[in-house]
């Protein structure tokens, strides 16, 4: 059995090296399931994380995907670096596009230019207010954010497949659940590139995406309230002791992790579908959990991991399309690497030994 | 028509009473684990493959258990021996599990098998009011029973009350002596065999037939449902039924044009759980309910 | 006194930690029927002793003997069997399972419960120890919650019992109601090993005593045969060569008024602070003696405004302002500085790099941030001075603190308080832990600052240190202040006494 004895130094060279082993060693476990399911490993590999940036509007391709993931990813690499543990994410990207969704419908035949920011306030506390519930309910009562996140996750997706097929459904949607388009003033559009046209889906939400990572870099590295952030999860009694006030921080927190989720579903409407429908999002606030550990939680990483991410399932489209792999390979891919990105967590903190008699603890 | 109901709401509380009693222990020992959905998916595709493959109801269910119980060692292997955050190692667990168990079953998409038999003869179950208890297979009993015997477990002999030590405080616990990780290894394996067990009996009974991610949520219900129970084995019989009430009436209620909206009926389950929840955070002797050490890593210093 | 037979004997036992050596070649035994005590300040190496005695931790070095034969008390369990108990300082119940529930989880045997309950009941009338069985822990006081640990050290019949600060948590009438339990329990041939740092305690309940000193044996005695003062001395060494550097005029004037502070105690093992009243003049250095656990953590929150309230403080001014209600941030701007205990997660975060340990107590200076965005050049220039001025030794550029040594990571925080030129200080155990050479070097820095006209307030368990720097001394016990006292008043007998609890006047008019 193992034990762990607390590092004195946090190693640099496993700070750095940790993601790069630990999508190495997931490589090697895709080969390896490859191998035992029957397709030619390297094939499906080439499938999986070459073909998808072998042309650029594929390269694209990627970044579109990535979009959501960022965006999310970013405002979860808050709340996780504070030891906030939102994982509700995806109930407050739902509860971002029903609120901008909200707007553009009640407003269907507007021409104004103030309809897109307005939708993407909107969104913002849309998503804010859905995890202010489990921030007041922490900071007062104490209560376990953990479930309580995960629990208005199901609340919000159940609200908008009630909205979609009920009040919001569109007269001539033939009884799908789905609502009338937006009007084209809330749509994202594609980014245009002179003399080249669009690539493929592109478009301005990505940049933003990436624009959002880099303020929230800028936040958390060069300013007292990123310094706040990181004391909070370090040691709230140093917090206390350097003149913060812990519930604010927390609710803060919250709000912005909620209010970027819900942009993420702003974003991904307007610029993809157009319109609400029953399922928005695959799964984007879990899979941000994973986006935001493999940038080691560091806003800017998160740009690189989320496109890394984003790659695992777009190569697993192509694979399904190429070889016929099933698509949920990506699942077992992403669960993986989450696996060993937490392993390397440990590793970092704790030198692992496995003399099982030592007993060397003064304060146990 | 009423009986007919009345069995759907018995055989769709099964699966959630037999994972949420394991979830139960591996909780009660101060674990957490969120990867329930993933054991279940494993445990359900193991089943079903087995079972097709061999032919047999019995290996197909004991392929549920192991798997459930393996996939179960994945995660003890990284939140007691590496010691990782139990939040998301339960997270990885369930991406991994559903993704591995799609992955194994692709190629029984759409395949058939055999359910499991009822236990006792149809001159029982066809008798009115009460023959609706005579209808179901022999896990539904076993089912009922497990929860009793975690119950006399928990409560009723000292093993039992070790792991709980464990669970409020493993430091007090270790002072005393007891192996903390040993306990918590224990309950990790069988929350899992519990698990496996439960998503086993999706293919083998409930719908015989397997499909991509057919748990649906079910491993969610079923923390939820631990919550709910606050913990306590008997209360997790009602609120599964409860639960499973709720699920069948609003596919009933579609059936019937009433008014409200079944996404409604649907999210009860997880509305009870955040209020069930607010209530044992907030003051009077509720709050000590949940296990206090519950998803604090016991780093071991022998 | 009849010699009895030896129970246990410890034979060159050592234990280190890493480079710390917390246990250094112990000799010890204990007869049978004896009530033994183990004297010694905190950090002398008693709990990690007694621990090795209950199997929790392994010696690195030396043997036990039970009954004169050699063993090896591998776990808890094993000593419960040879028949050692152990009553924990900090409790090792379970709040939210039931007297019978906690008591049956010490026990190796196991036991139906109704039979056990019985078994319980006769125990505690055996010994006047009054517990309902069938009631949960979180419902007890703490001194309750004490005689359930007894008790159940009690039902295993033991032959040797380990009391580990037993009265650090209970009221004088609590502590004479124990006292007259353990009586009855030698009395029925039971050897008790009383673990305190309480001089009275000790004289009145032990037949002898082993006093330790920084991990080592310092003296057995007959407890009958010595005075309170001889073992005070004993405790804390002899009295330390004074070197006062310190060449500030007395002032007159009044830096910081304290009155009426009281504080209520918000937890079971905290200490409410009660009616403290403090004065510090411009270029005096104030020394708080006392045992740890006796209100300083308490106090020194309270001083640094991570508690605060205007209900039960009557006067908390500092340069005429009350700041009752100002939040550390706040007395900061006001030119205060403060220093907790701890530097692990308190003063300092040790997985910061020393830039971002710099800004925690300096994130409101316009030099070093503006408009939220911190200046970095400016901190490392800050960071840079402090490592410069006050000889803080680092690795290599900006490590991160966990890799500096504690000596060299606690001139960091006293420096980085200390080079702002607080005109009010207010620091805890500021050399605690620290070695020889950091701990001149912090102490003349302190010196320095008080020539320079600030008011200092030192709490701290270092008797030695406080004849070094303080003017006045005065005692926290049980969360009461003695009288302030001029240093030349005082030795270290007579402050160890009033560590100890005992009250001066009542001993002087004794005489």
């Known amino acids: 059995m193992f034990y762990l004895t607390p590092r004195k130094e946090i190693s640099l060279f496993f700070t750095i090296s940790i993601p790069v082993i630990s999508i190495l060693l997931t490589i090697i476990f895709g080969f390896f399931i490859f191998s035992v399911l029957g397709f030619e490993p390297g094939k499906a590999l080439y499938h999986f994380f070459i073909s998808p940036l072998s042309r650029l509007d594929k390269i694209a391709d990627l970044f579109v995907k990535a979009c959501p993931l960022m965006i999310i990813g970013t405002g979860l690499v808050f709340c996780f670096r504070a030891n906030i543990w939102n994982i509700g994410a995806e109930g407050q990207l739902i509860m971002g596009a029903v609120f901008a969704g909200g707007l553009a419908l009640s407003f269907s035949e507007t021409q104004s230019v103030w309809l897109l920011p307005s939708m993407a306030i909107f969104s913002f506390i849309g998503g804010a207010l859905w995890a202010l519930l489990p921030a007041l309910l922490k900071i007062k009562l104490r209560t376990n954010e953990i479930l309580v996140t995960l629990m208005l996750t199901y609340v919000a997706s159940l609200f908008l497949d009630w909205l979609v097929r009920g009040p919001w459904r569109s007269p001539t949607s033939f009884g799908f659940p789905l609502t009338q388009y937006y009007p084209d003033v809330g749509l994202i559009s594609k980014i245009y590139f002179p003399g080249i046209g669009n690539i493929s889906q592109l478009h301005w939400g990505v940049l933003i995406a990436i624009l959002i990572c880099l303020l929230c870099w800028f936040a958390m590295e060069k300013t007292v309230f990123g310094f706040k952030i990181k004391l909070i999860g370090d040691s709230p009694q140093a917090l206390r002791f350097s003149g913060f006030n812990e519930s604010k921080t927390t609710i803060t927190l919250f709000i912005i992790s909620g209010g970027l989720a819900g942009l993420a579903g702003m974003i991904e409407v307007s610029a993809n579908i157009g319109q609400l429908q029953p399922n928005i999002s695959f799964g984007y606030g879990f899979t941000a959990i994973i986006v935001a550990f493999l940038a080691r939680l560091n806003p800017a990483a998160v740009i690189i991991s989320g496109l890394l991410i984003a790659l695992i399932e777009v190569g697993g489209d192509s694979a399904q399309i190429a070889l016929a792999i099933p698509k949920v390979v990506t699942g077992v891919f992403k669960g993986i690497l989450l696996f060993f990105l937490l392993a390397g967590e440990t590793l970092t903190k704790f030198e692992i030994g496995f003399n099982y008699h030592q007993k060397s603890s003064l304060n146990d | 028509m009423i009986d007919a109901l009345v069995l759907t709401i018995l055989m769709t509380s099964v699966p959630l009473i037999l994972a949420a009693t394991g979830e139960l222990v591996v909780e009660r020992s101060g674990v957490l684990n969120l990867g329930l959905e993933g054991m279940m998916l494993m445990g359900a595709v193991s089943a079903f493959a087995l079972t097709y493959v061999s032919g047999s109801l019995l290996v197909g269910l004991l392929a549920g258990i192991m798997s459930g119980c393996l996939t179960a060692a994945i995660f003890g292997f990284f939140v007691l021996g590496l010691a990782t955050n139990q939040v998301a190692t339960g997270l990885a667990l369930t991406i991994f599990g559903t993704g591995l168990s799609g992955l194994i079953g692709s190629d029984f998409v759409g395949k058939a098998i055999e359910g499991l038999p009822t236990v006792f003869p149809e001159t029982l179950s066809n008798m009115p009011f009460i023959g609706v208890f005579f209808a179901l297979d022999a896990i539904a009993y076993l089912s009922i029973f497990i929860s009793f015997l975690v119950w006399i477990f928990l409560f009723k002999s000292k093993y039992g009350l070790i792991l709980r030590a464990c669970g409020i405080s493993h430091n007090s616990a270790h002072s005393l002596g007891y192996k903390v990780l040993t306990v918590r290894w224990c309950s990790i394996l069988f929350g899992g065999m519990m698990a496996g067990l439960a998503g086993a009996y999706l293919p083998l009974m409930l719908t015989p037939h397997w499909s991509e991610g057919m748990t649906s949520g079910r491993g969610w219900i079923a923390l939820a449902l631990v919550v709910f129970a606050s913990w306590m084995p008997s209360r997790i019989v009602y609120g599964a039924i409860l639960f499973g009430a709720i699920t069948i009436m609003q596919l009933a209620g579609q059936a019937r044009g009433w008014t409200i909206p079944p996404q409604f009926l649907s999210s009860l389950p997880y509305i009870a759980t955040i209020f069930v929840l607010v209530l044992i955070s907030s003051k009077g002797t509720a709050k000590y309910l949940a296990p206090s050490d519950l998803t604090r890593p016991f780093i071991s210093s022998k | 006194m009849t010699t009895k037979p030896v129970l246990l004997e410890s034979r060159e036992i050592s234990k280190s930690f890493g480079s710390f050596l917390a246990n250094d070649s112990i000799n010890f035994d204990i007869l049978e029927g004896e009530i033994h005590g183990l004297l010694g300040e905190n950090g002398a190496g008693k709990s990690t002793f007694v621990k090795m005695v209950y199997g929790l931790l392994e010696p690195s070095n030396g043997t036990f003997y039970w009954n004169g034969k050699k063993i090896i008390i591998g776990r808890p369990q094993e000593a419960r069997n040879f028949g050692i108990g152990m009553v924990f300082q900090h409790f090792t119940l379970f709040p939210t399972l ?414």
Not at chain 3, 220 to 235: G, H, I, N, P, R
Not at chain 3, 305 to 314: K, N, P, Q
């Open chain 3, 98 to 511: 039931t007297v019978i529930e906690n008591i049956q989880l010490s026990l190796n045997d196991n036991f139906a419960t109704h039979e056990l309950r019985d078994t319980i009941n006769k125990k505690s009338a055996e010994f006047g120890i009054t517990v309902d069985p069938d009631i949960y822990i979180r419902d007890l006081s703490v001194g309750e919650q004490q005689r359930v640990e007894i008790l159940r050290c009690l039902l295993q019949n033991p032959k040797l019992l380990i009391m580990d600060e037993p009265t650090s948590v209970l009221t004088p009438q609590e502590s004479e109601q124990l006292f007259s339990v353990l009586k009855k329990l030698s009395e029925t041939g039971c050897s008790i090993l009383f673990i305190s740092h309480k001089l009275k305690e000790i004289k009145k309940i032990t037949q002898r005593a082993t006093i330790l000193r920084r991990g080592c044996v310092v003296s057995t005695v007959e407890t009958a045969d010595v005075s309170t003062e001889q073992l005070a001395k004993m405790m804390v060494g002899s009295n330390p060569q004074i070197v006062k550097p310190k060449t500030a005029k007395k002032s007159s004037a009044i830096l910081v008024r304290i009155s009426g502070l009281n504080r209520p105690a918000d937890n079971p093992f905290a200490t409410a602070l009660d009616n403290i009243s403090l004065n510090v003049k411009a270029g005096e250095i104030i020394g708080i003696a006392g045992i740890a656990g006796n209100g300083q953590s308490e106090l020194m929150e309270v001083l640094s405004g991570e508690w605060r309230s205007t209900e039960t403080i009557d006067i908390f001014d500092v340069l005429g302002t009350d700041i009752r209600n100002y939040s550390p941030h706040k007395r900061r701007l006001l030119g205060i500085g403060f220093l907790p205990e701890e530097r692990h997660g308190h003063s300092a975060v040790i997985n910061m790099k020393l830039t971002e340990n710099t800004l925690l107590t300096n994130h409101n200076n316009p030099v070093i941030q503006k408009n939220n965005i911190v200046k970095n050049e400016n901190l490392e220039k800050l960071t840079t001075n402090i490592i410069d001025k006050y000889d803080v030794r680092t690795p290599f550029q900006n490590p991160q603190a966990s890799s500096l040594s504690g000596g060299n990571l606690q001139k960091f925080v006293v420096g980085r308080e200390i080079i702002k030129k607080p005109r009010v200080l207010f620091v805890a155990q500021p050399t605690w832990g620290v070695d020889i050479g950091a701990t001149k070097f912090i102490r003349n820095a302190l010196i320095d600052l008080a020539n320079d006209g600030c008011g200092i307030i030192v709490i701290s368990q270092d008797l030695e240190e406080l004849f070094e720097l303080a003017d006045n001394i005065c005692v926290l016990f049980r969360g009461k202040l003695s009288e302030s006292k001029p240093l030349q008043e005082l030795s270290s007998q007579k402050i160890g006494m009033l560590m100890g609890g005992e009250d001066l006047h009542s001993e002087s008019k004794g005489h």
